[in-house]
């Protein structure tokens, strides 16, 4: 959820595996990878035990990693966390499969896809949340949705928003051509004429925007909106839960911050990933950093996106969500 990012920030993994993306990666080619991680010059240092890496993407919305990282809270939780960053989509949870990673922050509809197919993978709560991060971005000349004859799309809340979109506005998505890519295609084919319109966050909203586009609504417009989880895979977690806890608890205290001193934030996101630290906490306010656990609502959320995968074939099972989103963990271990 991301400017372009500097070679140095991201590192493609050349021996990215074709197999490694579940059934809706067959809309976007895969993202793959990345090797780079990231510490803040000796914020570990007091840090003891094993490296716990984290797999994320890069964009303001994972500010609170960020900000933990640049301000050695980790260390001072006694945890030796690295970041790994990633092209976004599900390449931070396919690093917690692969082993890679032993903890990764990814979107529910994003998550629920790889998990259909990896009953290993863990849900372990919601540490943001946003009906407005994601924005409609139409092309010069598009001046409404009646206009649009073709749609770019990222998986995951991509797809799943543009459909939404379309129905909202009575637009059966079959009539519509869906152009595949990842977020950092997007704003170059909007503005190529390539494709009328995508729905992104930032600051791939922006970048469209830069390229003559215009911001034409959020997703929360038409009933949309998304949860960004932590997850692990059930076979570190069963050894690991406290280890875990003390890690979401460091999250959360960095979303109070991000909360409350956005700039601060935001000059932290730019330190680690390299984005402008006014780009990234100009989009911060459109976010609820906000750390919990499972809800009623929060099940029925992931039932609905089950519902949505299976019909456009996406996915073949049907996790069960009481298997993969661990009730009562959040409570248990993080309080």
């Known amino acids: 959820m991301r400017g372009a990012r500097s070679a140095s920030t991201v590192r493609r993994n050349p021996g990215r595996a074709a197999g490694a ?3 809706i990666a067959a809309l976007v080619p895969a993202a793959s990878c990345t090797s780079g991680s990231t ?24 500010a609170p990693l960020y900000l933990a990282v640049q301000r050695g809270m980790f260390a001072k939780a006694g945890l030796n966390v690295q970041l790994v960053q990633t092209e976004g989509g599900p390449t931070a949870s396919q690093a917690v499969i692969a082993g890679t990673a032993q903890i990764a922050a990814n979107a529910d509809s994003t998550a629920l896809s790889l998990m259909a197919n990896n009953a290993n993978l863990r849900a372990l709560g919601v540490f943001q949340s946003s009906d407005r991060y994601l924005k409609v971005v139409l092309r010069k000349g598009i001046d409404g949705p009646k206009q ?3 749609m770019g799309s990222i998986q995951g809340i991509g797809l799943y928003a543009t459909h939404a979109y379309l129905k909202h506005n009575g637009i059966d998505p079959g009539s519509i051509k869906i152009v595949k890519g990842s977020p950092p295609d997007m704003p170059g084919l909007l503005g190529r004429g390539s494709i009328d319109g995508y729905i992104l966050f930032e600051p791939w909203a922006a970048n469209g925007v830069k390229e003559g586009g215009h911001i034409a609504g959020r997703i929360g417009d038409f009933g949309v909106g998304y949860v960004q989880w932590l997850l692990a895979g059930q076979k570190w977690l069963s050894g690991h839960n406290e280890v ?21 934030a935001g000059e932290a996101t730019q330190q680690q990933v390299k984005l402008p630290a006014d780009t990234a906490a100009q989009g911060l306010p459109d976010i609820n950093f906000a750390a919990r656990g499972f ?9 609905k996106l089950l519902d949505f995968l299976l019909a456009q074939k996406l996915i073949k099972t049907r996790p069960d969500l009481e298997t993969v989103m661990i009730r ?5 271990y993080v309080g």
């Not at 797999?55 to 303001?60: H, K, L, N």
């Not at 009562?328 to 248990?332: I, V």
Request: hydrophobic share 40%; no cysteine; proline share 5%.
């Open 148 to 150: 649009v004859k073709t």
């Open 21 to 23: 993306l579940i059934a």
């Open 244 to 264: 875990a806890g003390k890690v979401f608890k460091v999250v959360a205290q960095a979303d109070r911050i991000v909360t409350s001193d956005p700039k601060a």
């Open 328 to 332: 009562g963990w959040y409570e248990r």
């Open 295 to 303: 809800t009623g609502a929060d099940y029925a959320s992931a039932g």
């Open 39 to 62: 510490d803040s010059g000796g914020a570990n240092a007091q840090a003891k035990g094993p490296v716990i890496r984290i797999a994320a993407g890069v964009d303001p919305s994972y």
